[in-house]
């Protein structure tokens, strides 16, 4: 039985997102391709994105393999699946032009494991996984269409109706194994995530030593996937960053949603000489391991401090167990031990603009980086989406989309100028 893992050629035109465009590893990928030829299917990862390949490339390479099932994923990697881009008009592209070439079709991703009914219809797929969907997808390409009443965490249709089969799934983290990633794949990636202390010196990776987070930021988009916390066990980790190192990385970015302070991690990593990034909370590290932090090779921390007041972090249920100055206190002195550090700020309507202000420069003087409030998108799977709407349904990214154009008249300046209405950008995307 043949498996493609299709990452479409992603295009960001008129999109809000404000996630990275450069392409990063497909880890969610590459742990499923292990365990699918582990029950001995043949497996081939079409990464249009990294590859730098036109749909057309993409849609030939598939064809030529002649797979019996075809996965295409919702957001360009695990990196993004809290920051997606809200409309599917790229995945319903792949899906049209792998609709005769591709056998069944799978969708993976946010928006499947958000919102399944709508995904399943707007991509015309056979099947959408909820969660995260390393572990689910070798049940399913063990089974015929007609067979599939009892793998859980998946949407299909079975005849007029659409079956919403249990809720999403959260893998076994420590039954996942190391990636191996070949040396070649590796020289395709150049990018450094988030580095700004120094020019790339070689490849690029990124990895992940935990999955999930234990809180509920209001804005935070990861209520159905990637939610609970799981740390991978260190033997793993060790194994899958030598790995790396000895293909040409010479720079990890850690996926994790949040980067916790783990003395035993660290003290591995310092002992290889990499380089590597993080996001994390700042409240949670105390100046020694932050010192430990700097040692082991960390030269970019990405904080999310959000608000600059109790009231905001509140309203965002981010509360801190530091003041806003003891937060300042301890950005300054992750400061003297890594290269860069940022403090996330988000535009949540309620902290005084001058005050916003005052609090960058003052952080400024200290060489830590705070970005201008960026607008919060209210994505369905996110805590905020349920207290504006309730459950998201199959209106739900359409919802959003439409409040987030009204509610903020200036973007980032990372996004588009102009955003076009979701409604269009997904008709442009089935033409
Ligand atoms: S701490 Fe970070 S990852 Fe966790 S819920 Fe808040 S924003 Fe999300």
Redesign the pocket.
Known sequence: MKVALVNPHWRFEGSIYFGCREPHLPLEYGYAKVLLERIGAEVLIVDGHLERLSQEEVQSRVASFAPDFTVITSAPSYLFW?CAPPELRIPIEAARDLREVGGTLIAVGPHGSTTPTITLKKLEVDVVVLGEPEEILPLLVQKTAGEWRGIPSICYREGDEIRVQGGPHAGDLAALPPLRWPRALLARHPHHHHRFDAPPDGAGAEMETSRG?P???T??A?DNFRDDYRKRPLAAIVEELDGLIEAGATYLYFID??FLPNQPLLEAIAERGIRFGVQT?IDLWTPPMLALLGRAGCVSIEA?VESITVEGRKWLD?PSRLSTDEMVDRLIIAKRHVPFVQANLLDAQFDDPEAIERWRERLRKEGVWANKPVPMFPYPGSPDYVRKWGLPDEAAWERAHEHYLREYETFSDIQEERPIPLPMLESHGSK
């Open positions: 809290r987070c809180y509920h930021c804005f935070c990861k949603e949040i909370r999310g981010k």
